[in-house]
């Protein structure tokens, strides 16, 4: 069973910074793209960063030039790093890990449990 743990988020006032680290455990044999996602209240679920196991990255408008995600393969590990924070990047945010090849040999994705981000003065 794959399982993905999330760390940090938090409160924080407008034009702060928060880094949130994710890590994926498990029989994992490969991981396609890891990510974040974050649903506000009365919301939908939407992409934040992605990025591929090739370094390949996307961003959601809204957090280009703020948000900066990053990989580490060797350790199935994924981090955002929210500069600038925003009253309107108040959410709950999900780390994802899609196309996960396990043990068993068959791919699933995967979620984390989330986290919240709170920027608020």
Known sequence: QVQLVESGGGLVQPGGSLRLSCAASGSIL????????????????????????????SHADSV???????????????????????PEDTAVYYCNAERVL?????????WGQGTQVTVSS
């Open 30 to 57: 490969s991981i396609d793209a890891m990510g974040w996602y974050r649903q506000a209240p009365g919301k939908q679920r939407e992409l934040v960063a992605a990025i591929t196991s090739g370094g390949s990255i």
């Open 64 to 86: 280009k030039g703020r948000f900066t995600i990053s990989r580490d393969n060797a350790k199935n590990a994924v981090a955002l790093q929210m500069n600038s924070l925003k």
């Open 102 to 110: 396990s043990g068993n040999y068959r791919y699933a994705d995967y």
